[in-house]
Each structure stands twice: as structure tokens, then as C-alpha cells.
């Protein structure tokens, strides 16, 4: 088992390894995040009923994605996700919408898709050196 100290090293270099590939992921996002507001049409106000409909069509989204999963299980598509069949471009297109949905929610909270990437990588290497991956609970 590793100790706190190899961990937090190992976080520290890691938080290197993401600071020097930022710059271009950040461009990434940020253009996306301006662009999805140039066709968000939802309530902006009050902020709960925007919060509201931006969860919902989150969670619409990914269902459909699933959903897409659940019909290739079933077996209403010959093939998956390797190349350019319909089912990859069916799912590639649901989660095109969960990103726009996504993007909008960060947008709305005023919150960078890139800090949000970052702190989600950070938390769960940190879970991964400490052998915590696995179990329940968000802070392990």
C-alpha cells in the first residue's frame, strides 16, 4: 500500500501533467462553451427553473444514450462502436446533446468546463494511487 506522502507526489506531478496540456484543452472548451450559448433557448430565470430544465434535458440525453446501448444489446443493430455505423453515429449524436446540456449547466453556474475536467481527474487519481476507485460515497 502506498503512503500519503508517494500519493501526494504523485498527485503533484500529475497536476504538472495537466497544467502543461491546459492551454490547449482549455481553448477547446471555452470555444464550446461560447458557442452552445448561441442556441441556448431555455428560462434563464429564476435560477432554479433554469437549473431545473438544464438537469432534466442532461438526464434526458443520457438516457437516450443509453438507450442507444440498450437497442445494440437487444440486438436491433449489427454492430458497435468501431467504425462508422449508424449505432456510433446514433450514440456520437446523443452525446453531442449531453455536452450541450452539460456546457450550459456550467455556463449557467458560471463554472469552466476545464476546472470542472480538472478537479474530476484530480479526484479520481487521487482515488486510483489510493486504491479507493472502487466503493461508494464521493469522498473516499
Known amino acids: 500500500?502506498?503512503?500519503?506522502?508517494?500519493?501526494?507526489?504523485?498527485?503533484?506531478?500529475?497536476?504538472?501533467?495537466?497544467?502543461?496540456?491546459?492551454?490547449?484543452?482549455?481553448?477547446?472548451?471555452?470555444?464550446?462553451?461560447?458557442?452552445?450559448?448561441?442556441?441556448?433557448?431555455?428560462?434563464?430565470?429564476?435560477t432554479d427553473t433554469a437549473l431545473s430544465y438544464l438537469s432534466l434535458?442532461?438526464?434526458?440525453?443520457?438516457?437516450?444514450?443509453?438507450?442507444?446501448?440498450k437497442k445494440w444489446l437487444r440486438g436491433d443493430y449489427n454492430e458497435m462502436p468501431n467504425g462508422a455505423d449508424h449505432s456510433t453515429r446514433d450514440i456520437k449524436a446523443e452525446m453531442g446533446d449531453v455536452f450541450w446540456y452539460l456546457s450550459e449547466l456550467c455556463n449557467h453556474l458560471k463554472l469552466d468546463m476545464q476546472d470542472v475536467m480538472e478537479d474530476n481527474i484530480r479526484k479520481l487519481r487521487y482515488r486510483a494511487a489510493s486504491n479507493t476507485i472502487k466503493g461508494d460515497g464521493d469522498v473516499r
Open 1 to 46: 500500500m502506498k503512503n500519503l506522502m508517494h500519493i501526494e507526489q504523485e498527485l503533484k506531478d500529475n497536476d504538472t501533467a495537466l497544467s502543461q496540456s491546459h492551454e490547449a484543452l482549455w481553448n477547446g472548451t471555452q470555444w464550446y462553451q461560447e458557442a452552445t450559448k448561441e442556441t441556448a433557448v431555455y428560462p434563464q430565470e429564476p
Open 57 to 69: 434535458g442532461l438526464a434526458s440525453e443520457a438516457g437516450e444514450v443509453a438507450g442507444k446501448v
